[in-house]
């Protein structure tokens, strides 16, 4: 039988990591995966990605999974393709689905890295076509080129509602609301306010009543719901809709490890995943478990544990010596713990803070309704008033991420050590207006303004991801962070060149009392 | 005898619950496993068949295919999905068809109707056999049933009649008390007391029965199954062949439902449910030989289960005299889910100290010796 | 220790004819007369019903299914386990099952 020293089932973010890692360390390694392209599902995240330099931030999702394939073949990685792996059993062996035969092969180590399925909810009508998870809208727009219909409903507001909602309105889609049983949005602000000033409306503490239609979906009403998840009567509110999308969360795929007869333990809201050690190691020696069929996290988080994983197989066979282990592990760990702190953490979840960790408020109207309102924004350390063209940066959470401070070349922007803290903007420092911070933040949360271009006029520089670009001298309504138009703004310049990748500065100008509110252009009908 | 505890929810401990229940005897089933029917009862392959049967197995299979298998739908109030539409076992060499003759005058000896078919009558009972097959034994007589729902019906009629039945309760030992074995005690220390106790707990039985100093020689073999998608309706016999590739049916849902051995089972672990890397593609590769027309079916699942393999391949039912109180219903070495009504009716009947509607000798506890 | 204790009455919900398992057309008011038969876990009820015993093997129903049992029971849903992992993880035809590679 074909033995490898590690093989790999999933070529996504976690396996591919890992089978790098342990190539780099001289094994022979195999991935297997089902699909017919490898990367998982890097390869239909087309937004730049948070994190810090060592997790790739403000890169898109499908670079970074060209970047790690290559990484990959070039370590001698072999990756099968629509291989999907039907069995692991007794001697980690393995069997695998290729073409019209089934193949056995063993591999001393074996790294699981199956990923996860999308949840669904069970509501009058979920059955009807139109209904499909939020990944599968993404898969059909991202991969397959498809726009799933054409006015959509998104059921959950975890950062999958909202990065697909964001991406279904750049497919063409009209969103006609984000609705969420939760109280508060799940996900970042910086994209619930993406949607938000595009006029998208946001539904907390709503979910679906039902969907109508007979044959398709042709409408769905959601309600608002009480303390105990019931509809309250007459809170009822319909839309017309062609498609309604569910992100109500993922679960960890972990079908291979159960087969195996790895020890499954209860993680309440996570599930039950595999009991592992601090490397990935499952209860049996020698089969490793990373990425989200491990606990569901971020593909940042992911491809560090296939990372750690990759080369605690490598130390297990003798390929890494202990030390060297240790050393890269600590080092892959501290970049995992980077990733884990904030608002957003694993460990935070379920609790919502009153303040920033720097004492500032957290906005609550981000969290009910998507956006800042227009008069807390003046409280927040990114944002400031200032002679000439400056940034202003509307990140007002604890998120992991800080490629704003590595773009600025004046040094304007600090986030300091701790990647979570909030972006402060120094007075001193002058800025030369390049809008590089603008095009580095993967939230979009960046605008540069300059309060007075003469003529009673202010320019408003705002990051655009939309076809066709607009030209100069282009009219439109510029529209305010809840999406309401608030003042009219001709285009003055649009820049999109090579190093912003693709997120375009749109300069409008507005009547100056506006350039605080003036957050999103929409050309005239 | 009023109060009896079952060690074991399987098929055979809760039809012997049901019976018992109906008598009026109030019944405690204990469960090891938190699932109701986890071990071989949800396992199996599902055939009610008497072709094949060991000569002393023979007239309780009989018996239960005459009385109680084809009103046991109406009697516990569900669609057991109980067919007794026959059993072809298939033969495709001159070798395969002496194996078949043995099994046939063996049957016929028993009094069983089965006899030798050519390969046009097999053809004409059913018609999508292999071109290769040239002769099988036909028992009009035999059957299939659903494993699942045969072991949850007993189970929820039992339930309904009163029967309390405590899953996640492992029984580590048995109590004589006062020279009658009335006590169970199970892993978290609790002591359950009845008038008498039945152990139908497959392989598990063996230490439970050490626990009171008796013993059934018996070895636990990994035997694997597997079910298809559904298909249109194709035919509803039981088959199987000579060489055992494989045995199975297609239930009411469409999907065929096969077991198979590679013939490396006795030597797996036994002590671990877990399937084999080879053992669907063997049973597969034995399906397509005889039903070519099944190739493009999908597997969707396999599952391995635990047999209790008795020396001599047939069970233990019986109150073992040494141990009063006690009724052993065990080693049914892969065979026990077509005995399993019949089994459980016994059961209930050695616990209340009936008559059985049957003989029993043959399956008494004590029949192991040494051979010189 | 689990007792198979009997239920209060099941009481008819308004959308208890709303299907669950898509596979194979489960309702909801099935599964819910089903744990009030006595099926108070997702194995029982797959055996019972055949839930998520269909071509996506219960990826789709699965939570949704454990979500019903645990309301009907009255107890946290991480009581409940969840559906034992079963080789091939997907769909495959017999003829690809029976033709094995062993080798390079």
């Known amino acids: 039988m074909k033995r490898y020293d590690l093989i790999v089932a999933g070529a996504g973010p976690a396996g591919l990591s890992a089978a790098a890692e342990a190539a780099k360390c001289g094994m022979r390694v195999a991935v297997f995966d089902e699909n017919a392209k490898p990367g998982g599902q890097l390869f239909k995240q087309i937004h730049k990605f948070f994190g810090s330099k060592a997790h790739k931030a403000k890169i898109r999702g499908f670079n970074i999974g060209s970047e790690l394939l290559a990484e990959a073949e070039r370590l001698g990685v072999e990756v099968f393709l629509n291989a999907p792996v039907l069995g692991l059993y007794d001697g980690r062996e393995i069997l695998v689905r290729i073409g019209d035969e089934t193949r056995h092969y063993k591999g001393d180590s074996i790294i699981v890295a199956t990923g996860a399925s999308e949840n669904m909810l069970a509501f009058p009508g979920w059955t009807l076509p139109g209904v499909m998870g939020a990944g599968a809208a993404q898969t059909m727009m991202n991969i397959n080129r498809v726009r799933p219909g054409s006015r959509v409903l998104m059921l959950g507001s975890g950062n999958v509602g909202l990065v697909v909602g964001f991406q279904l309105l750049q497919a063409g889609c009209e969103v006609v609301a984000v609705a969420d049983a939760a109280p508060r949005v799940g996900g970042y602000g910086v994209h619930a306010a993406k949607l938000a000033r595009c006029g998208v409306p946001f539904y907390l503490s709503h979910t679906i009543v039902r969907a109508e239609g007979s044959d398709c979906v042709t409408g769905v009403t959601i309600g608002e719901v009480d303390s105990g998840w019931s509809v309250i009567p007459g809170t009822e509110k319909h839309f017309d809709a062609d498609t309604i999308c569910i992100a109500v969360g993922l679960s960890s795929a972990t079908g291979l490890l159960k087969t195996a007869g790895c020890e499954m333990e209860d993680k309440g809201p996570f599930g039950r995943l595999p009991v592992c050690d601090e490397y990935g190691q499952t209860s049996i020696t020698g089969i490793y478990a990373c990425g989200d069929v491990s606990g569901i996290e971020e593909a940042s988080s992911a491809m560090i544990e296939g990372r750690i994983s990759g080369a605690a197989a490598a130390n297990y066979l003798g390929f890494l010596p202990d030390a060297a282990l240790k050393a890269r592990a600590g080092e892959l760990e501290q970049a995992l713990e980077a990733l884990r702190e904030g608002m957003f953490a694993p460990k935070n979840r379920g609790k919502i803070p009153d303040k920033t960790d720097e004492g500032f408020d957290v906005s609550m109207s981000l969290l009910t309704r998507g956006y800042l309102d227009d008069a807390e924004v003046a409280g927040y350390p990114g944002v400031r008033s200032a002679a000439g063209t400056h940034p202003v940066i509307e990140c007002t959470q604890n998120i992991p991420c800080n490629p704003c401070q590595d773009a600025c070349p004046k040094g304007c922007i600090t986030v300091g050590e701790n990647i979570v803290a909030l972006p402060q903007i120094d007075a001193g420092a002058e800025c030369i207006g390049c809008g590089l911070c603008v095009a580095s933040c993967s939230g979009q949360a960046i605008f540069l303004v300059n309060e007075d271009i003469g003529g009673g006029l202010a320019s408003v520089t705002i990051p655009y991801e939309f076809l066709p670009a607009p030209k100069p001298g282009d009219t439109g309504v510029c529209l305010g962070r809840d999406g309401k138009p608030v003042c009219p703004g001709e285009v003055l310049e649009f820049k999109s060149p090579p190093a912003f990748d693709k997120t375009g500065l749109l300069t409008v100008a507005v009547p100056q009392a506006f350039c605080g509110r003036a957050r999103f252009w929409k050309r005239e009908a | ?372 | 220790m689990t007792e198979r204790k009997l239920l209060s009455d099941l009481v008819p919900q308004p959308d208890d004819d709303m299907v669950v398992c898509r596979c194979e057309e489960i309702t909801k008011g099935e599964i819910r007369r089903a744990v009030h038969d006595g099926m108070f876990n997702i194995h029982e009820a797959r055996r019972f019903l055949r839930c998520g015993m269909g071509l996506c093997q219960g990826q789709t129903c699965g939570r949704l299914v454990k979500a019903i049992i645990a309301r009907e029971l009255g107890i946290s849903q991480s009581e409940l386990d969840d559906a034992t992992g079963r080789a091939p993880m997907r769909p495959t035809e017999m003829r690809i099952i029976a033709s094995e590679v062993f080798g390079e």
Request: aromatic share 8%; glycine share 14%; hydrophobic share 40%.
């Open chain 2, 1 to 372: 005898m009023s109060k009896i505890i079952i060690v074991g929810a399987g098929a055979i401990g809760n039809a012997a619950a049901y019976y018992l229940a109906k008598t009026g005897v109030q019944v405690t089933v204990l469960e090891k496993s938190p699932y109701i029917g986890n071990g071989g009862s949800s396992r199996n392959g599902g055939g009610v068949r008497q072709s094949g049967r060991h000569p002393a197995e023979l007239p309780l299979v009989m018996y239960g295919v005459k009385n109680i298998w084809p009103s046991l739908s109406d009697e516990l109030g569900m669609d057991i999905e109980y067919y007794r539409e026959g059993n072809l076992r298939l033969g495709k060499t001159e070798q395969h068809l002496e194996i078949l003759r043995g099994l046939v005058k063996n049957a016929q000896a028993g009094g069983l109707d089965m006899r030798m078919v050519d390969s046009a009558e097999a053809r004409e009972l059913c018609p999508y056999l292999s071109g290769e097959v040239i002769g099988a034994s036909w028992c009009p007589t035999d059957g299939h049933a659903n494993p699942l729902l045969v072991t949850l019906a007993y189970y929820s009629a039992a339930r309904r009649l009163g029967v309390t039945f405590v899953s996640g309760a492992q029984v580590t030992a048995l109590r004589k008390l006062r020279g009658r074995v009335t006590a169970v005690v199970t892993a978290d220390g609790t002591v359950y007391e009845a008038d008498g106790v039945i152990v139908a707990a497959g392989y598990d039985s063996r230490k439970l029965l050490g626990s009171v100093g008796l013993d059934v020689p018996m070895n636990p073999v990994v035997l694997e199954t597997l079910v298809t998608e559904e298909s249109p309706p194709l035919f509803y016999q039981m088959l199987g062949t000579a060489m055992a590739d494989f045995y199975g049916h297609q239930s009411t849902h469409g999907s065929f439902v096969f077991g198979g051995t590679h013939g490396l089972e006795p030597y797996a672990d036994g002590s671990r449910t877990v399937g084999s890397s080879i053992s669907a593609s063997s049973t597969c590769r034995g399906i397509i030989g005889f039903f070519p027309v099944l190739k493009e079916l999908k597997i969707l699942r396999t599952w391995a289960g635990v047999i209790d393999d008795c020396a001599d391949h047939i069970p233990v039912i019986g109150n073992p005299a040494e141990t009063p109180g006690l009724t052993v219903g065990c080693g049914f070495s892969g065979h026990g889910f077509g005995l399993s009504p019949v089994a459980g009716l016994l059961l209930s009947q050695l616990a209340l100290g009936q008559e059985t509607a049957l003989p029993l000798d043959k399956f008494r506890c004590d029949r192991f010796k040494a051979k010189v």
